[in-house]
C-alpha cells in the first residue's frame, strides 16, 4: 500500500515536472499600427522683394483742378496711377501754380535730386530751365510741352498737344450755331498748344461759314465765344452772365456752366505719357517727341449731354472728327 502511495506521488511529481518543462503559452504579438510619413518639409522660400513704385512729378503754372491746361495732365497722371496699380505702384507729386519760373525752376531741380524717374515740366516757358536742369541728371527723365523740342538731350522728352486739330471741329460747330456770325476768341501768347488752337478754330470757322466774323479780343458782344489756357474760369462766367455759347479746350469744361458750353476737346495725355513710362522701364531716358491727336484719342472731343445739338450741326462734327482722325482731312494752319 505503501509502495502504490510512493508510486502515485512520483507520478504526480513528474506530471508536474513535464508540465513545468513543456512550451509556455505565447502571447499574441502587439497589433503593428501603421504611421503616416511625416509631411516633407518644402524649403522657405524668401518673401519677395518689395517692388519700388514708379516715380513722377510734374510742375505746373496753374492749379490742379483749373479745367484746363494744368488739370489735363493732373487727370492722365490719375488714370495711369488707376491702369498701374494705385499709389503703391505709381506715385504723384506736384507742384501747382508754378508762374513764376524761377520757382518752377527750383521745384524741377529739387524733384530730380529726390529721385524720381520722370520729371515732367508742364509748360513751354520752362524750356530754358529744363534744358539747364536736365544734364546735371543723366538718370532721370524728363518731359515738356507743349514743343517737339528735345533740346538734343538723351534724357528729354517732349510732347505736343495738337489742338488745331479739336479747334478746328468746335470752329465747325461754332459757326454753325452763330446766329450773328460774330465770334470770338481769347487766348495768353501765340505759342503753343494755345496758337494752334486758336489757328484751328479760325479755319474750322472760315470753312463752314467764310462770312464770319472773328476775333481774338473780348469785347462782350460776341454770340459765340471759345477760350484756351487758364482764363477760361473767368472768361465762361462773362459768357454765362452774356448768355453766349462756350467751346472748351484742354479739359472738359461743362461743369463751369452746362446751360452754354456746347463742347470741349480734352486732352488725354495719358496716351504719350503710357509710350514714355515703358521707354524709362527700358532704359530709354528721353530723346523721342509725341503728340496727342484726335487719332491717337489723346485729343476727344466730349459733348455737354445737356445741351441739344441740331443734327445737321452733329453731322458735320462728326464728319470733321472722322475725317481729321483718319488723315482724310488736314487742318490748314497760317504757315501753310
Not at 171 to 199: C, F, N, R
Request: with cysteine; net charge negative; charged share 15%.
Amino acid at each position: 500500500m505503501r509502495k502504490f502511495h510512493l508510486t502515485l506521488a512520483l507520478l504526480l511529481v513528474g506530471a508536474l515536472f513535464l508540465g513545468a518543462c513543456g512550451p509556455a503559452a505565447t502571447e499574441a504579438p502587439p497589433e503593428v499600427v501603421p504611421t503616416e510619413a511625416p509631411p516633407e518639409v518644402m524649403p522657405t522660400e524668401a518673401p519677395p522683394e518689395p517692388v519700388e513704385p514708379f516715380r513722377v512729378a510734374v510742375v505746373m503754372p496753374s492749379a490742379i483742378n483749373d479745367l484746363a491746361f494744368s488739370q489735363s495732365m493732373y487727370d492722365a497722371l490719375l488714370a495711369i496711377q488707376a491702369e498701374m496699380g494705385g499709389p503703391e505702384a505709381f506715385e504723384i507729386a506736384y507742384s501747382e501754380g508754378m508762374f513764376v519760373i524761377e520757382d518752377a525752376a527750383a521745384a524741377i531741380r529739387d524733384y530730380a535730386s529726390q529721385g524720381f524717374n520722370l520729371v515732367i515740366a508742364h509748360g513751354s516757358q520752362y524750356g530754358s530751365s529744363l534744358q539747364e536742369i536736365a544734364p546735371d541728371f543723366p538718370e532721370t527723365s524728363f518731359a515738356w510741352g507743349t514743343t517737339l523740342d528735345t533740346f538734343g538731350l538723351p534724357n528729354v522728352f517732349a510732347y505736343e498737344a495738337r489742338s488745331e486739330e479739336g479747334g478746328y471741329v468746335n470752329g465747325v460747330l461754332a459757326a454753325s450755331l452763330s446766329e450773328s456770325g460774330v465770334i470770338g476768341v481769347i487766348g495768353p501768347i501765340e505759342t503753343g498748344d494755345a496758337k494752334l488752337y486758336v489757328d484751328g478754330f479760325t479755319a474750322g470757322v472760315k470753312a463752314t461759314n467764310p462770312d464770319a466774323t472773328l476775333a481774338t479780343v473780348w469785347t462782350g458782344s460776341f454770340s459765340v465765344l471759345t477760350g484756351t489756357a487758364q482764363m477760361v474760369t473767368g472768361a465762361i462766367g462773362v459768357a454765362q452772365e452774356s448768355g453766349v455759347l462756350w467751346f472748351g479746350t484742354q479739359s472738359n469744361q461743362t461743369s463751369l456752366a452746362p446751360e452754354i458750353v456746347v463742347a470741349s476737346q480734352v486732352y488725354h495725355f495719358e496716351v504719350v505719357l503710357a509710350e514714355m513710362i515703358d521707354l524709362i522701364q527700358a532704359g530709354t531716358f528721353g530723346g523721342e517727341s509725341f503728340a496727342v491727336t484726335l487719332g491717337n484719342s489723346g485729343e476727344v472731343i466730349e459733348f455737354n449731354p445737356a445741351y441739344t445739338l441740331p443734327a445737321d450741326v452733329t453731322t458735320l462734327a462728326g464728319e470733321a472728327i472722322t475725317g481729321i482722325s483718319d488723315g482724310s482731312m488736314v487742318v490748314p494752319l497760317p504757315s501753310e
